[in-house]
């Protein structure tokens, strides 16, 4: 068989959406800005009349049973690369980058969001309950403040009036 065009995600749509059928194969990016994965520009089979190819974000909430395929293609690869105006999106970096991914997605459903930082590029989610301290690439530790829906809020560096001044001794 040829070399594929790229390696990528693949999933299925857990439930019906307006765009997608219940169980709908979708391809999926990689996180293309700050959120760590929770909407996702995925191409699939659109449901109705047409039932063409079409490109679009959707919640991460919606995609189930992540893995990893080839993609040969190439009217697929055309919509997943297609610029837009911030530049083309970026794909996956090799078939080990999409199965990490992949797996991590599988294992770890609730997405994690940040207050007063950005965690670019990597996709961290945890699991329910939440753990309470995680830490980032560059160690820097991050503990759990709440959780408001599925999203877990983290705050980073140590918790107030510990290891830090408190707000009366900044003022």
């Known amino acids: 068989m040829d070399e594929p065009l790229t390696w990528c995600v693949v999933a299925n749509t857990g ?30 089979r659109h449901k109705g009349p ?8 959707l919640d991460r909430r919606y995609l189930t049973n992540f ?16 610029e837009v105006e911030v530049g083309p999106p970026r794909l996956w970096t090799s078939k080990e980058h999409a199965e990490s991914w992949a797996r991590f997605m599988q294992e770890h459903p609730t997405p994690v969001r940040y207050r007063n930082w950005t965690l670019y590029g990597v996709p961290i989610w945890t699991t329910d309950p939440p ?3 995680l830490y ?14 599925r999203v877990a809020w983290y705050d980073k560096g140590p918790p107030r009036n510990q290891d830090g001044p408190s707000d009366e001794q900044i003022r």
């Open 50 to 57: 047409a039932n063409q190819q079409s490109r679009l974000v």
């Open 67 to 82: 893995r990893v395929k080839p993609l040969h293609q190439q009217g697929i690869y055309d919509l997943l690369t297609k």
């Open 136 to 149: 980032a690439q560059d160690g820097t530790e991050c503990r759990f403040v709440e959780k408001i829906g």
């Open 131 to 133: 753990e309470p301290v």
């Open 15 to 44: 439930e019906d959406t307006k765009h997608f059928s219940q169980g709908a194969k979708v391809w999926v990016l990689p996180p293309q800005w700050g959120d760590g994965g929770e909407q996702l520009v995925v191409v699939g």
